[in-house]
């Protein structure tokens, strides 16, 4: 069955040219056909061209490109796609060691495949969709994805309730498309062991993409105090204890975070002295601590996940950045980051800046931090960028 085509308006063609893989509303003339949410069409030029291929979808993004070749998007597509996202991942050295076992091996647009997210935790792989086009082939995904994994994935867990445009009105439930609950959620990274709740948790269930940055932490914590702000489950609390810091407290506004957080330091410091968990909103705490930090980790969730609300997310990263400027110990070391995609390098880094400013504290520039190999970014898709950091030495 010949695909619906969809023709764009005279001048919209430059960014498919520059192999960008969006096409916006806007950029739309007219479509024949009407398309159901998350159907293939073609993409062509107002001069009839060819384009692209991509799934369709209401709202600003109208069609996610997934090729630009007349193709067939079918389970043998899938499949090349996740072998080469597979391949990437043995080559970066993050497949078949013990010592790690948590992994994404679909970054999105990153690995060229817009829409969907796929982390690997030990035997579980966890499938997210972003677009009514990924969910629809779920179970066609799944496929492809176990004849490439082979026996080394025994569960997939389909998480998609909550990423899904509500727009779309397809009801998605989360549930395991092959295997059960039978493995525990217990996985692995860099030799410390990590409960990952994929059901119930944040995103797939753990912050993958902070792991070289963790391992970044462990090396400046010997002999610290640390607080490990918006902790979630514990992550760079348990790298600063493995690098010897003599405190760590770890501070959520979730109970259940925080639950999650303790029982990782208990799973991999049982009985550990050095730690202490705190619920409570982070502003609070930061106003009321004191100076007894000489090292802070500032992780929030994003603050902008659109760019209407842009300036009130830098305004929140320069007032969250400003209470650890002024608190921090002198000589300490200050981990912050932001993860909105919106917020670009440049509005975070002035956002520190300005916060640096009013604090009026001399403060140099360590490391400045991005997301691992992997979640690559497609070199067309600079939005693909989200994760940005910088480490800070505060005299």
């Given at each position: 069955m010949s695909c619906k085509r969809v023709?764009?308006?005279?001048?919209?063609?430059?960014?498919?040219?520059?192999?960008?893989?969006?096409?916006?509303?806007?950029?739309?003339?007219?479509?024949?056909?009407?398309?159901?949410?998350?159907?293939?069409?073609?993409?062509?030029?107002?001069?009839?061209?060819?384009?692209?291929?991509g799934h369709c979808q209401i709202g600003s993004i109208a069609v996610r490109i997934l090729s630009f070749e007349k193709e067939t998007i079918d389970k043998t597509f899938w499949k090349k796609r996740l072998e080469a996202a597979c391949r990437l991942r043995r080559q970066a050295g993050f497949t078949g060691s013990a010592a790690n076992n948590i992994y994404r091996l679909v970054h999105g647009e990153g690995d060229f495949l817009p829409g969907l997210i796929v982390d690997i935790y030990a035997g579980t792989a966890v499938i997210q969709a972003h677009s009514p086009g990924m969910h629809i082939v779920r179970n066609e995904l799944a496929e492809a994805l176990q004849d490439v994994m082979g026996h080394s994935i025994q569960n997939i867990y389909y998480k998609s309730e909550t990423t899904l445009p509500f727009k779309a009105g397809l009801d998605a439930e989360n549930g395991y498309l092959t295997g059960g609950p039978d493995t525990p959620g217990?996985?692995?990274?860099?030799?410390?062991?990590?409960?990952?709740?994929?059901?119930?948790?944040?995103?797939?269930?753990?912050?993958?993409?902070?792991?070289?940055?963790?391992?970044?932490?462990?090396?400046?914590?010997?002999?610290?105090?640390?607080?490990?702000?918006?902790?979630?489950?514990?992550?760079?609390?348990?790298?600063?204890?493995?690098?010897?810091?003599?405190?760590?407290?770890?501070?959520?506004?979730?109970?259940?975070?925080?639950?999650?957080?303790?029982?990782?330091?208990?799973?991999?410091?049982?009985?550990?002295?050095?730690?202490?968990?705190?619920?409570?909103?982070?502003?609070?705490?930061?106003e009321k601590m004191g100076d007894r930090y000489d090292l802070i980790v500032l992780d929030p969730p994003a603050f902008a996940k659109h760019r209407n609300v842009l300036k009130n997310a830098l305004q929140g990263y320069r007032k969250l950045n400003a209470i650890a400027f002024e608190k921090i110990k002198p000589g300490g070391i200050l981990f912050t980051f932001s993860c909105s995609q919106v917020v670009t390098k440049n509005d975070f880094r002035l956002a520190v800046f300005s916060a640096a400013a009013q604090s009026g504290r001399k403060v140099k520039i360590l490391h400045q931090l991005a997301q691992p190999a992997d979640h690559p970014i497609n070199i067309y898709h600079p939005e693909g960028e989200y994760l940005k950091g910088l480490i800070l030495s505060v005299e």
């Open positions: 023709y764009l308006n005279r001048g919209k063609e430059e960014s498919l040219k520059r192999f960008h893989p969006w096409v916006f509303s806007g950029a739309i003339h007219r479509i024949e056909g009407v398309p159901e949410e998350g159907e293939i069409v073609e993409v062509y030029d107002s001069e009839g061209h060819f384009l692209a291929t217990v996985a692995v990274e860099n030799g410390l062991t990590f409960r990952v709740d994929w059901e119930k948790g944040q995103k797939t269930g753990f912050f993958i993409d902070q792991r070289d940055n963790r391992s970044l932490l462990e090396r400046y914590s010997e002999g610290k105090s640390v607080l490990n702000m918006f902790c979630y489950t514990g992550g760079f609390s348990c790298y600063a204890l493995r690098g010897g810091a003599q405190l760590v407290h770890s501070v959520d506004s979730s109970p259940k975070a925080v639950a999650l957080a303790d029982e990782n330091v208990r799973l991999n410091f049982p009985g550990d002295p050095r730690h202490q968990s705190f619920a409570e909103d982070a502003f609070k705490y930061l």
